[in-house]
């Protein structure tokens, strides 16, 4: 089983906590969320996963491999993934190739070679790309330049990009900000079928609670750098602490 464990992280910058001894699991298989106010920690802890941020104490081990004695680099050989809060895409570019981007992880020497002698290589791996983005729903974006497409599909070829790398888990930073209820609900259903159709982890940060509450297996609220609860949706939605500080007595009546 390739679990993300994490304990007892801390992170302080210039004497703020970010992350007071944190603690949790994610399991292989489920859509874990990560929620709280902004400045409670959940991007902190993303970006310590991945490697940009090294805490002051505590561990994460991903299955049997210790992710922090990991650079950052390294971390998506591992089968981690991430978006972000801040499109990484590259506007005058075209969809196809900010989705190839996401390749340069699993191309070593031997890759690279093949793309000088034959074009086969490239084929190949153009050919995976069209194929996950036809299951996210872009299909005929390819040769689309991502400069002035909508947001919500920018939002996707991004998550397109992180799936093409092959990870076994995704942690994706935000998905929901700035859509629609409709773009909203479709992300939601995409986060579904990254777990189910693609067997892939899904480690989610967001503020859409009806996102939340109908994606996850599991919800964990965050406040102030610290773990207020860890539980499934509906346990999550009654929790006194939760109720008063995040959703208000109206979201779950």
Known sequence: ??????????????????????????????????????????????????????????????????????????????????????????????VLDNVLLGNHSRIGNRETVRRWISRRQRELEEERALEVLDFIGLANYEQKYLSGQPYCIQKLVEITRALVSQPKLILIDEPAAGMNDQETMEIAKIIGEIRDYLGITVLVVEHDMSLVMAVSDRVCVFDSGNVITIGEPAEVKAHPEVISAFLGESVVA
């Open 1 to 94: 089983m390739a679990d993300l464990v994490i304990e007892n992280l801390e992170v302080h910058f210039s004497g703020v906590v970010a992350l007071d001894g944190v603690s949790l699991n994610v399991r292989e298989g489920e859509v874990f969320s990560l929620v709280g106010p902004n400045g409670s920690g959940k991007t902190t802890l993303f970006n310590c996963i991945s490697g940009f941020v090294t805490p002051l104490g505590g561990t994460i081990d991903y299955g049997d491999l210790d992710l922090l004695s990991k650079p950052p680099h390294s971390i998506i050989a591992t089968g981690i993934s991430r978006t972000f809060q801040n499109l990484q895409n590259i506007p005058y570019m075209t």
